[in-house]
């Protein structure tokens, strides 16, 4: 099955909706499709549909929402990643990739003390969570945050349990341990991990210093770990 992006639909069904010009050119050139064909539709919040092809329009393809399949994908618990860019990006882009194929809701860039990146295109980084979206049939689209410095991050309201993940000699809690299945913020540091006045500044305001095991990760494998943590402990 192909699924293609559209945005919310507010009217009652059926109902008329227009692809995006990618998804218009990749379901126009790419795949060849034709008036009258059925596809699959989903507006990135967990609804799946059913609809036909309009018109041969390869920049605003019409279709023709039929009804609702299924509400696919919605959880019972929310994961949020809070994740200190890479130095070299691609490794930051992979962990976007995976993590959108493992289950995650929300992502915000973090910017700390030790970062040895402070920008990214998010328009890049939106295309490639889209596309692993796509590529793993997910009907719920992670949310993509703008960067934020980790001083302005922690202050703010972070609902259900809040992890930091630290690397420490002797780190006696897992995050496996820790976890409680709900709503889930976790924070992973630069390649330089948290400074301590982060750390404590975190542990301060109510997030739990946890480990991820004995090995030293790399950042985006730290975080790919949590993320397949958290989905793990929910599916038990």
Same mark, same amino acid.
């Given at each position: 099955?192909?699924?293609?992006? +559209?945005?919310?639909?507010?009217?009652?069904?059926?109902?008329?909706?227009?692809?995006?010009? &990618?998804?218009?050119?990749?379901?126009?050139?790419?795949?060849?499709?034709?008036?009258?064909?059925?596809?699959?539709?989903?507006?990135?919040?967990?609804?799946?549909?059913?609809?036909?092809?309009?018109?041969?329009? +390869? !920049?605003?393809?019409?279709?023709?929402?039929?009804?609702?399949?299924?509400?696919?994908? !919605?959880?019972?618990?929310?994961?949020?990643?809070?994740?200190?860019?890479? !130095?070299?990006? =691609?490794?930051?882009?992979?962990?976007?990739?995976?993590?959108?194929?493992?289950?995650?809701? &929300?992502?915000?860039?973090?910017?700390?003390?030790?970062?040895? /990146?402070?920008?990214? /295109?998010?328009?890049?980084?939106?295309?490639?969570?889209?596309?692993?979206?796509?590529?793993?049939?997910?009907?719920?689209?992670?949310?993509?945050? &703008?960067?934020?410095?980790?001083?302005?991050? +922690?202050?703010?309201?972070?609902?259900?349990?809040?992890?930091?993940?630290?690397?420490?000699?002797?780190?006696?809690?897992?995050?496996?341990? =820790?976890?409680?299945?709900?709503?889930?913020?976790?924070?992973?540091?630069?390649?330089?991990?948290?400074?301590? !006045?982060?750390?404590?500044?975190?542990?301060?305001?109510?997030?739990?210093?946890?480990?991820?095991?004995?090995? /030293?990760? /790399?950042? &985006?494998?730290? =975080?790919?770990? =949590?993320?397949?943590?958290?989905?793990?402990?929910?599916?038990?």
């Amino acid at each position: 099955m192909q699924l293609y992006y +559209i945005t919310p639909v507010l009217a009652p069904l059926p109902c008329a909706v227009t692809l995006g010009n &990618e998804e218009s050119f990749h379901c126009m050139k790419v795949l060849r499709m034709r008036t009258g064909e059925t596809i699959y539709l989903s507006d990135g919040l967990g609804n799946l549909f059913e609809g036909k092809i309009l018109g041969q329009d +390869i !920049k605003n393809c019409p279709v023709m929402l039929l009804n609702v399949l299924a509400e696919n994908g !919605k959880r019972p618990f929310k994961l949020h990643m809070a994740v200190a860019p890479t !130095k070299n990006i =691609a490794r930051f882009e992979w962990f976007l990739e995976k993590a959108t194929e493992i289950g995650v809701d &929300e992502i915000t860039p973090l910017i700390c003390e030790h970062s040895e /990146r402070v920008q990214i /295109r998010t328009d890049r980084l939106q295309k490639i969570i889209l596309s692993a979206a796509k590529q793993s049939l997910k009907t719920l689209l992670p949310v993509l945050h &703008e960067p934020i410095k980790f001083d302005t991050f +922690i202050q703010m309201n972070h609902p259900g349990s809040r992890f930091v993940a630290y690397v420490e000699e002797h780190q006696p809690v897992h995050l496996k341990s =820790a976890y409680i299945k709900g709503d889930c913020t976790v924070l992973i540091g630069p390649e330089g991990d948290f400074s301590r !006045k982060e750390l404590e500044t975190a542990i301060h305001l109510g997030f739990s210093s946890v480990s991820l095991g004995p090995s /030293r990760l /790399r950042t &985006e494998t730290a =975080a790919l770990v =949590a993320c397949h943590t958290i989905n793990i402990l929910n599916e038990s």
